[in-house]
């Protein structure tokens, strides 16, 4: 019996793998551990934009936009580089979070209030906000410039450790992982996410039903942003350091492919889409050198035509109810 069949299957199979993401720690040495903690903020970044995609039909080119705010403000509130504000960088995080929010809120106001920009002018906008944003960071002193800024503490945890622990690290960036994915998982099936859903189908017939049309996907797209901006906010606490490519074209892009990989579907897919490309990019580089690039390129080709939902979207997407699934 197939999973189209049998939808408890999926749910089934979404929660074991959140169960072995929150077991990690029992199974793996501290270097796997830390390496994958890092893995798990692209993972967090990747369910922001399934989540935009998919349930408002946002299919937003410069999700790294909100991304890189958010990581630059942790960074920023981090080292004590805001005026009149501590060195804190859980306040960081918070920031990273709000940050992200409001820039995606701004700029969802800006194209949805008075206009209708969607389709591929939507994704072209958003791509154009990016990569401004980047040349920004690049040519602004305050910020690091074009080397963007060092050393970004980690936030403080229990018994004078921090998040370069491996285990509490780990801990903590995963169970983010976990209420992110949780959360965005009961908006996705809740009323306001099935009417997402149907804007993303239709939206001028939605909004021939009294819907406020422009309202929804503002608030979508600002709560994509906020979770964007967080897991900016982590990738600044793991890796210790911010530069302007976080912002930019590159990240933008590489977050579209592994959502679309993983399958949009479904943001656990989404989210294990975004560690197992980053784990491959990790050992082709170190496998097959220079020619790293070339083997990625032909195995993201052969499973764009022959798994066009994604590699775990067909499994996965159907952990939703039926009313919600693609």
Not at 264 to 273: D, E, N, P, W
Request: aromatic letters at 12%.
């Amino acid at each position: 019996m197939n999973g189209l069949r049998n939808p408890g299957r999926p749910a089934l199979l979404a929660g074991a793998i959140w169960l072995l993401v929150l077991a990690a720690p029992l199974l793996l040495g501290e270097w796997e551990l830390t390496r994958l903690a890092q893995l798990l903020c692209y993972g967090i970044f990747a369910i922001s934009l399934a989540f935009v995609w998919h349930q408002a039909g946002l299919l937003c080119f410069g999700q790294a936009l909100f991304f890189g705010v958010g990581a630059y403000l942790a960074a920023l509130a981090g080292k004590g580089m805001l005026p009149g504000v501590h060195a804190s960088p859980w306040l960081g995080l918070a920031l990273a979070a709000c940050g992200g929010a409001l820039a995606a809120a701004l700029l969802g106001l800006s194209l949805f209030i008075g206009r209708v920009v969607k389709g591929a002018f939507f994704g072209i906008v958003t791509l154009c906000a990016a990569v401004i944003a980047e040349r920004i960071a690049i040519n602004w002193d305050a910020i690091g410039g074009y080397n963007g800024l060092l050393d970004v503490p980690p936030p403080a945890l229990w018994g004078g450790l921090d998040m370069l622990d491996p285990q509490a690290g780990y801990w903590v960036v995963a169970g983010i992982a976990v209420l992110s994915a949780a959360l965005f998982g009961w908006l996705a099936a809740s009323p306001w996410g099935t009417v997402l859903r149907a804007i993303g189908a239709d939206e001028t017939r939605v909004a021939t039903f009294g819907y406020p049309v422009a309202r929804h996907k503002v608030t979508a797209f600002a709560l994509g942003g906020a979770l964007a901006g967080l897991a900016g906010g982590l990738f600044a606490g793991q890796f210790g350091f911010v530069a302007p490519s976080a912002l930019g074209f590159g990240l933008s892009t590489e977050v579209l492919v592994w959502v679309l990989i993983g399958g949009r579907q479904s943001l656990t897919a989404a989210f294990l889409g975004a560690i197992g490309l980053k784990y491959l990019e990790g050992v082709f580089s170190e496998t097959l050198g220079q020619y790293w690039l070339l083997a990625l390129g032909v195995l993201l080709m052969v499973i764009v035509m022959y798994f066009p939902r994604g590699v775990l979207g067909s499994l996965l997407a159907n952990a939703l109810p039926r009313r919600l699934r693609a």
